[in-house]
Structures are given as C-alpha cells and as structure tokens.
C-alpha cells in the first residue's frame, strides 16, 4: 500500500511564498500520476494541479501563473511551489496518487491520499 506524506505547510501573509512536499513510499502501481488537491472549511475539496506518469502537467485555471508543480526524477517526491499567495488559498492542501498514468484532476480517480498539510495565508 502507497503511503504519501505532505509537509511544508505554514502560515504566511498575503504575497508570500511556500513549497510544499509529498514523498511517496511503498508499492506503488506503475504509470503513477500524482496531484495536489485542497478542501478549505466547508467547501468541497478540488484540484489544484496534475502531473501524469509522462510527466505532462496540468494546472487548474485559478492557480495558472501562481502554482506551479513539479516531481523528482525518480516520481518519488512531488512539489507544489506556490507563490502570490492570497488569504483565499487558506485550505488544506493534499498529496494524492492514481493508479492511471493519465488521470484527470477528479478526486474520483485518485485512490492513494496523504493526511494533509495546512496552508494559512493572513492579509
């Protein structure tokens, strides 16, 4: 069983910066993709970013030219880095895995989920 295990997280005021991290171990399918969702209270959890098995990324609309994500060579460790950050990105930010090499940014094809990592931003 794939265990995923987010950190990097923190408070930061508005404009600010932060990278968060997500290292995967255990067994895990080959043809991963791997993304970054985030649930703010009492909204739906949504996605931020994808990157598929090829390596190809997908950046949801709100966080083009904001958020960028990326992964090491070995698809052991995924990044998030967020800059420009606003007091709407207050959520916690998830670290999620498909079994899919090219899932969609759907919650519903991601089937292994670290615990989260909480992400303030203060104006």
């Known amino acids: 069983q794939a265990q995923l295990v987010e950190s990097g997280g923190g408070s930061v005021q508005a404009g600010g910066s932060l990278r968060l991290s997500c290292v995967a171990s255990?067994?895990?399918?080959?043809?991963?993709?791997m993304a970054w969702f985030r649930q703010a209270p009492g909204k739906e959890r949504e996605g931020v970013a994808l990157?598929?098995?090829?390596?190809?990324?997908f950046h949801a609309d709100s966080f083009k030219g904001r958020f960028l994500i990326s992964r090491d060579m070995e698809k052991t460790t995924l990044f998030l880095q967020m800059d420009s950050l606003k007091p709407e990105d207050t959520a916690i930010y998830y670290c999620a895995a498909s079994r899919s090499p090219l899932a969609a940014l759907n919650p519903r094809d991601f089937v292994f989920w670290g615990r989260g990592t909480q992400v303030t931003v203060s104006s």
């Open positions: 990157i598929n098995y090829y390596g190809t990324t």
């Open positions: 255990g067994y895990m399918d080959v043809g991963s993709s």
